[in-house]
């Protein structure tokens, strides 16, 4: 008897010796945000949340029933209408009743992950999957069409109703047809392209885990003008009138003229910054990955507020804030709380969210 | 400390492998595996020495403990005199627990260089030494292998097949030659950990990425290597299989302690056979 015990006790120790050289079951990635008015939806892990918007208070979740095992959620949902679209690391995009959290549709075409948030066009949906493949959908979760790159996809497309433009692990950026999948072009890059392009006045902005931001004429992919950072631009860049800013994971936040790519201010925040900026009216609301969120005056990059989200535990801020009426909005991937709503003026806690 | 000393230096060691040998990453986790097996067979020389030695001194440790069973002091100084002390024994422990952060930090370190998921490509990103010459051109890392995506675990079974065997025979050889009476509760023991390892290697390369499963069997094949190069029983015992031989008896060693022996003198003639 004593014997077996000790053999199932040497078993045991085994175990957890290999989990423990394994780590624990880590996240893959950091959580998704989307919004609207009154409502603010995080996903992450097993389930997506939607939560009243002035409080934090729970409304639904997605799967309702916890099965962790089914269902992993990195990407930010897309809020269009009264759906609300999801990709999953289990290879599946929902569509969700965005009031209900009420499944309305699956897709469960794609062969790997789906790594990248979807993007939702007038009568498209385009989920780009780890398998190297776009995947078209109707409003309905119907497959149109499928276009296939040379490596994965990790990043969400930039899609106008005409045009949908793919950056790839594969160091290319793809111009599509939207309505047959067809490429219109393709321009190879200086790195792999994990962030999602943006797309404003016929100018694609797209940064590389090479340094680089490049302005690339959306009709044919040529080259405008290119930024050298410091670090991999994985964020994605924003626009505000004639002024991009973006920043780079060795911490940078850049603000550059879209015009010519003048650098017209740099601020070092000490951290990587992946998430995009948040622009609202003349101030900048940037995350950085030690756990500081900033206020920065859009003119000059100088420092309004500043706050570290968790005293104890600040780490790992990467996915995109969001901007909610008068609440700046930051899900940390390893702090006390999923969740944290700051006063938009001062960087003060109004509330946070735990499920 | 863990980063800076053990998973950063190998995480970075193993994707200039992987630059050096044409972007193949299996072939990086094969000749990096090799070559930390190659720097580490010194401590695992050391811990095979120190397994044999307690094997053959298991008759003796049962006698004494039958002998001095009421005696817990007596059989302790016994015990000490004979050079198994507590701290002895820890010292015969210590090449085996100076493996376990050499072996995580290579698991660790093909994981991170696989970069498969968002977090972990920053990770990497954070592990790359400034002066690694090319770094961005190395993303993504190519993880395909014939019909392996080596992020993914094999659809076809046929690396945890691999797995199974390989560590099953790696484990024939790990296991000490039994002492002269034939090794009794530890043999069970041993043959129940072997029986075990197996099993939950099996199991974790169903689960887990095939890169990893790689580096499971070259592991594997590396321990059997080094042990039928540097032991003696069990390079007989392969011999005699693959001439379709008996398997050899070990080695019958009498270790005693008689009054007058010097303390671990004993010990010592039975490490050196």
């Known amino acids: 008897m004593i014997q077996k015990i000790r053999q199932w006790w040497l078993l045991g120790s085994l175990f957890a010796l290999l989990v423990s050289a394994c780590g624990a079951a880590p996240a893959q990635s950091w959580p998704g945000l989307a919004s609207s008015p009154d409502t603010v939806y995080i996903a992450f892990g097993a389930n997506v949340f939607a939560l009243n918007a002035a409080d934090g208070v729970q409304r639904w979740k997605f799967p309702a029933e916890n099965n962790s095992s089914s269902t992993e959620f990195f990407s930010d949902p897309v809020l269009d209408g009264d759906a609300l679209y999801v990709t999953s690391y289990n290879k599946t995009a929902y569509a969700v009743d965005a009031k209900t959290g009420k499944l309305l549709w699956e897709f469960k075409g794609s062969k790997d992950r789906l790594i990248a948030a979807p993007a939702v066009t007038g009568d498209a949906i385009y989920i780009a999957s780890a398998d190297n493949n776009l995947y078209a959908l109707s409003k309905k979760g119907e497959l149109k069409w499928t276009f296939t790159a040379k490596n994965g996809l990790w990043a969400a497309p930039a899609a106008s109703d005409k045009v949908v433009y793919i950056p790839s692990m594969d160091h290319s950026i793809y111009a599509v047809d939207a309505s047959s999948g067809k490429t219109l072009w393709s321009v190879e890059l200086n790195g792999a392209l994990a962030g999602t392009p943006t797309l404003s006045k016929e100018t694609l902005f797209v940064g590389t885990l090479s340094d680089t931001l490049y302005a690339l004429d959306a009709s044919n992919g040529k080259e405008k003008w290119k930024v050298k950072s410091e670090g991999w631009v994985w964020s994605r860049a924003v626009v505000d009138g004639d002024t991009l800013y973006f920043g780079d994971l060795k911490g940078s936040i850049f603000s550059v003229g879209t015009s010519e790519g003048k650098v017209n201010w740099k601020q070092q925040l000490g951290s990587s910054v992946r998430g995009a900026p948040v622009v609202v009216g003349d101030k900048l609301f940037v995350i950085a990955e030690d756990g500081l969120a900033f206020s920065l005056k859009a003119s000059d990059g100088s420092t309004v507020w500043k706050k570290s989200i968790d005293d104890e535990n600040a780490d790992r801020l990467l996915g995109n804030p969001l901007v909610v009426n008068d609440l700046v909005v930051i899900a940390p991937i390893y702090a006390k709380n999923w969740l944290y709503a700051l006063n938009i003026n001062d960087g003060t806690t109004k509330w946070f969210f735990k499920p | ?273």
Request: glycine share 6%.
């Open chain 2, 1 to 273: 400390m863990w980063n800076a000393l053990i998973l950063y230096p190998f995480t970075n060691a193993l994707l200039l492998l992987y630059s050096v040998v044409g972007n193949s990453f299996t072939l990086a986790i094969v000749i990096f595996t090799v070559l930390i097996r190659l720097v580490t067979i010194p401590l695992t020389v050391w811990a095979q020495k120190n397994q044999q030695r307690m094997t053959e001194m298991q008759p003796l440790m049962k006698e004494l403990q039958e002998k001095y069973k009421d005696q817990p002091e007596k059989l302790q100084a016994e015990m000490a005199r004979l050079g198994f002390g507590p701290t002895t024994m820890l010292g015969g422990c210590l090449p085996m627990l100076l493996q376990f952060p050499i072996m995580i930090g290579l698991y660790q370190s093909i994981t991170h260089v696989m970069a498969v998921s968002p977090l972990t490509l920053i990770d990497l990103y954070h592990a790359i030494y400034p002066i690694f010459p090319n770094f961005d051109q190395l993303i993504p890392v190519n993880n395909h292998f014939f019909w392996l995506n080596l992020a993914l675990p094999d659809p076809y079974y046929v690396l945890p097949a691999l797995v199974v065997a390989t560590t099953w025979l790696s484990q024939q050889m790990v296991t000490p030659a039994p002492s002269a009476d034939g090794g009794g509760q530890a043999a069970e023991m041993a043959k129940s950990m072997s029986l075990s390892t197996t099993v939950v290697f099996g199991f974790m390369s169903l689960q887990f990425a095939s890169g990893l499963s790689i580096y499971f069997v070259v592991s594997n094949l590396a321990t059997f290597v080094q042990y039928a190069w540097t032991n003696e029983y069990q390079r007989k015992r392969i011999i005699a299989f693959l001439k379709r031989e008996p398997l050899p008896k070990p080695e019958v060693k009498k270790v005693t302690t008689s009054k007058g022996s010097k303390p671990g003198k004993a010990l010592k003639a039975g490490a050196k056979k």
